[in-house]
């Protein structure tokens, strides 16, 4: 009898992943929302990782394929507001490097890229932008250096150490 039980709990547990696989490897199912944050949450990391690890030329590519893949509207896993929030933090990021690296132009151009996508932040949110006109560029650059340290154990980016020497 006890042979008889294990004998249909190996075939009951079979059927079950045989039909988790079935399931799972169906091209008609979509994703489950919890493998999409997680696939955007790693695309993200590894954008991030060469901005945090690169020098100054690999941070501006990353900090460049990050802004497209926050504007890129198959990144589902953003709302509006999320991704005007994610773009326009980005380019206070884009902002410090070009300013680190002497390229005033570049920094204007992300300044004004930054302030276009906060202020549709603040729109899409419906809330006034009470600090939009008292970001000193002095102010940008310390906000950028707290959130860096903050997600970098404690570091700035190995370009800005890099820029340094």
Known sequence: MKQRSVSNFIKFTLVLVG?????????????????????????????????????????RKSLGELIQYYQDPKTK??????????????????FVLEKRTGNEGEAEAALAKMREWRQRFFQLVNVPDQDGGTLTPERIQAMVDEADKRQNRGQLPHYVQTLAR
């Not at 979509?30 to 944050?37: E, M, N, R, Y």
């Not at 896993?77 to 884009?94: C, F, G, N, S």
Request: include cysteine.
């Open 77 to 94: 896993l953003l709302t509006p507001d999320a991704r005007a929030k994610q773009i326009y933090e980005t380019y206070y990021r884009v």
């Open 19 to 59: 039909l988790a696989l079935f399931c799972g490897c169906s091209k008609r199912s979509a994703p489950s929302p919890l493998k999409t944050a997680m696939d955007a949450m790693r695309q993200e990391e590894t954008l991030t990782a060469g901005y945090f690890q690169g020098d100054a030329a690999q941070a």
